[in-house]
């Protein structure tokens, strides 16, 4: 259900599971393997996510598993999709979502998991689990909220409301719209500058905008911002990194 192919620094995932690339219980663990497997590959700085297919990213769970009311399939695929999504955002590499399609419940978990999202101008976008007595357990509560604000956010889970790429756009929730079929192509593009950047100085640099995410106080994350600007002083990227500008010339990262 997930194909990861690499190139140069970028990891290129698809979900594919046909018609409507949903997510089941072996498709999150493979997705929880995959990225942590990408956190160790050191040469890997950007990763983009897609949906197989020009329908769909990902249209979230197949409700299926939840029509008979088993409780302990309930907690066991809440925790999948728990683990997956959270690991995809604290992945080291910054990971971008090319929303091809439809993403609606679990599907737009995924993307909201990830650091960038660019959405195709035909994309629909929603958490419609109320509607089938569920609610968005793969960290949607918490995260459409951060990035949205609660207005839009109640609006979305409380009332179900289908949103498209440029209300998307809008209200922050994606940061670029294009043209059908261009979304991954964009994503490459910028997965392309990620590459360009000095990687500990981004992986640095996410951690810290996490920092907001997660409530640290200001002036505790202003330290620790203070204190990974010397930490980049440990290896030799940076050296590299200023001394290249000096010099006029591209860097050559070794991502030390």
């Not at 190139?7 to 018609?19: E, I, K, M, Y």
């Not at 997965?191 to 106080?217: D, E, F, W």
Request: glycine share 8%; aromatic share 6%; proline share 4%.
């Amino acid at each position: 259900m997930i194909e990861c192919k690499i190139d140069g620094h970028v990891a290129s995932l698809t979900l594919n599971n046909p018609s409507a690339n949903t997510f089941t219980a072996a498709g999150l663990e493979r997705l929880t393997q995959v990225i942590g497997d990408l956190n160790r590959d050191m040469n890997v700085y950007a990763v983009i996510i897609t949906g197989q297919g020009e329908k769909f990213f990902s249209a979230g769970a197949d409700l299926k598993c939840f029509a008979d009311g088993d409780k302990v399939q309930a907690r066991f695929m809440a925790q999948r999709f728990g683990a997956a999504f959270e690991a995809l955002q604290e992945a080291r590499p910054v990971v971008i979502a090319a929303i091809n399609g439809y993403a609606m419940g679990g599907g737009l978990e995924c993307a909201l998991s990830c650091d960038l999202r660019i959405a195709e101008e035909h994309a629909q976008m929603a958490l419609p689990e109320a509607s089938v007595g569920l609610l968005p357990s793969g960290c949607g509560t918490q995260t459409l909220p951060w990035l949205v604000g609660e207005g839009w956010a109640k609006r979305m889970i409380l009332t179900n409301e289908r949103i498209n790429a440029a209300t998307a756009l809008h209200i922050g929730l994606v940061e670029q719209v294009v043209a059908r079929g261009q979304a991954r192509q964009a994503a490459l593009e910028v997965a392309q500058r990620v590459s360009a950047l000095s990687p500990r100085a981004v992986t640095y640099a996410k951690g810290l905008i996490h920092q907001a995410r997660l409530g640290t106080p200001r002036a505790a994350a202003l330290a620790l911002e203070r204190e990974r600007f010397v930490d980049l002083f440990d290896g030799a990227d940076q050296r590299e990194g200023v001394n290249a500008f000096l010099d006029k010339r591209p860097p050559v990262w070794k991502n030390a």
